[in-house]
């Protein structure tokens, strides 16, 4: 019997045409209506032309950056220390590029109205071809404000953060184009409450702020170990401060900062963090001495807005690739996406990641417009509650999404699984979820003004019964201040969702403020995909749907 005709055992079909090279702003019908929205409508060329990087090449430059993990080498081959961490040629393409496009420096550099917003929609976009540069980009970016407040260092230090130009090179400052900024705050004892951190910090000669001290001491979390300098913690005699402290001392030699090891994490592959030790780093004080906290604030602001974005960006990503899968595969004859119960599910999706991105996008434009007292009260409180609330609903999300191509959504072919890994860091950098649902009370309860701003954002309903309902109902939870700690997650939750539906309704598109209000303000259900009757799915898949040229 001749065997060789039985060789090809079956034609492939019913596969899915690639997303490769998709642009992806194009593509995403509610990123393109929200950023005009907030007045970032000037930067669309700019988002435009990012969207088509973000889908070609920085998406190929994501998995190969996931794919080759960066490398601790504590000394070379002739015994001596240096402590470098060397990553595949795509992670440097990532950082360039972001750099290059402003995404570090862009409402800094430029802070016209929308500027935050211009600069949250690139990064969107970025995040979703790779979000493990995340870190080094944002702590660049959000380190600007409290720099500022040491108006000697950000002299010194503050163009070459601002620079367009992505610079790795091991070199001290003076000798570099461009800089990033990396953090280490927390250490194993404390976490979280850094108030328990026991790093210390010796003035060198004069105190004060602006002066050079030495720290003494570890840090359990140093994020993207390779940055030119890092803003960190370290006790005084009054108390906990807060330190600039570069890789390199003034006379170019390396610094006393020694990592440990780099952290074997659930995702976040492409980026290093690091466990790091201070023996006698020369630093200089930022900011009021005993007062790093109140330093420090000035950039977690920033860092938790990045959150927001980063989250938001997976979800949307996650979404991007069910819909059109499901656009394309045909399970019983019928395109997926014309069933009914993946319309559900589709529907569902594509509710939450607009909403993600609609509550994103107005924290852009409360950072746009923070001389206006009810907005940089907005922001205040915003912050931590976006922050909370995005960040947690990613990962169940994406698993849905995941889910929607069957096993394919399961194997690292495709970028759903390296979404999932992804999702959980942002939910836990910068405040996990429970510090997160304190500082909301902490806003409430010491910052006056701040329930007020709260709910003249959210108005009387802008006319929908089951809006206005709700946010009567959140008034008398507020009110009501017993146990109001242990209620936190679930006020905090429904602040978010009051917000999400007034930013909906206030947009304008009926369809999707009708579904949102009916599913997540009434009695919907557990998961994905139980979308109340009369829901117009297909309206709402569409939208969510790429429609490749």
């Not at 746009?368 to 915003?382: G, M, N, P, S």
Request: glycine share 10%; with cysteine; hydrophobic share 40%.
């Amino acid at each position: 019997m001749n065997l060789h005709q039985y060789a090809e055992t079956h034609e492939v079909s019913n596969q899915v045409p690639p997303l490769d090279g998709a642009n992806l702003y194009r593509v995403d019908l509610p990123l393109q209506e929200w950023l005009r929205r907030y007045d970032g409508g000037w930067a669309e060329a700019r988002l435009d032309a990012y969207g088509a990087l973000a889908g070609g090449p920085l998406m190929a430059a994501g998995f190969l950056a996931n794919e080759n993990k960066p490398v601790f080498k504590s000394h070379d081959r002739y015994g001596h220390r240096i402590d470098l961490v060397e990553f595949h040629p795509a992670y440097h393409e990532l950082m360039r590029t972001a750099i290059e496009h402003g995404i570090p420096s862009m409402p800094w550099t430029d802070p016209r109205a929308g500027a935050h917003v211009a600069r949250a929609g690139l990064s969107y976009l970025h995040s979703q071809a790779e979000a493990g540069t995340g870190c080094p980009l944002t702590m660049t970016f959000a380190s600007v404000p409290a720099i500022r407040l040491q108006p000697d260092i950000a002299e010194k230090w503050l163009p070459k953060i601002l620079a367009t130009e992505y610079d790795p090179r091991n070199l001290p400052i003076e000798q570099k184009a461009g800089a990033t900024i990396g953090m280490a705050m927390t250490e194993k004892q404390g976490g979280t409450d850094v108030r328990a951190n026991t790093t210390r910090a010796y003035p060198v000669g004069i105190p004060g702020p602006g002066q050079a001290y030495e720290l003494v001491g570890h840090k359990w979390f140093c994020s993207a170990p390779m940055c030119d300098a890092f803003l960190t913690l370290a006790y005084t005699d009054k108390g906990l401060t807060c330190f600039l402290l570069p890789r390199h001392r003034p006379d170019g030699t390396r610094n006393e900062f020694y990592v440990q090891r780099l952290k074997n994490k659930l995702g976040n592959w492409s980026n290093a963090s690091s466990e790091v030790e201070y023996r006698g780093a020369l630093a200089w004080m930022v900011g009021e001495e005993g007062r790093g906290v109140p330093t420090i604030i000035e950039m977690v602001a920033m860092t938790r807005f990045d959150c927001m974005v980063g989250s938001s960006a997976l979800m949307r990503q996650a979404l991007t690739q069910a819909a059109h899968h499901c656009a394309y595969r045909q399970v019983g004859g019928r395109v997926l996406a014309e069933q009914p119960l993946m319309q559900n599910v589709l529907a569902d999706l594509a509710l939450e990641s607009e909403a993600a991105l609609a509550l994103t996008m107005r924290m852009g434009r409360a950072l746009d417009h923070l001389h206006d007292e009810q907005e940089d009260k907005f922001a205040r409180l915003v912050t931590a509650v976006g922050k909370y609330w995005i960040c947690k609903r990613a990962p169940a999300m994406i698993n849905e999404a995941a889910e929607c191509l069957g096993g394919a959504g399961y194997v690292e072919d495709t970028i759903l699984p390296r979404l999932y890994r992804e999702a959980p860091v942002n939910s836990t950098w910068e405040g996990s979820g429970n510090v997160q649902c304190l500082d909301v009370l902490r806003a409430l309860s010491k910052e006056p003004g701040v329930l007020d701003a709260l709910f003249a954002e959210l108005g009387d309903g802008h006319g929908d019964a089951r809006l206005a309902a709700f946010i009567g109902n959140l008034k008398a939870s507020f009110a009501d201040t017993a146990d109001i700690q242990f209620r936190a997650r679930q006020l905090t939750e429904d602040v978010a969702v009051a917000l999400q539906a007034k930013l909906l309704l206030e947009a304008g598109n009926a369809t999707v403020a009708d579904a949102f209000i009916g599913s997540r303000l009434g009695n919907g259900g557990r998961v994905y995909g139980t979308l109340p009757r009369g829901t117009d799915v297909e309206a709402l898949v569409a939208r969510a749907t790429p429609h490749l040229a």
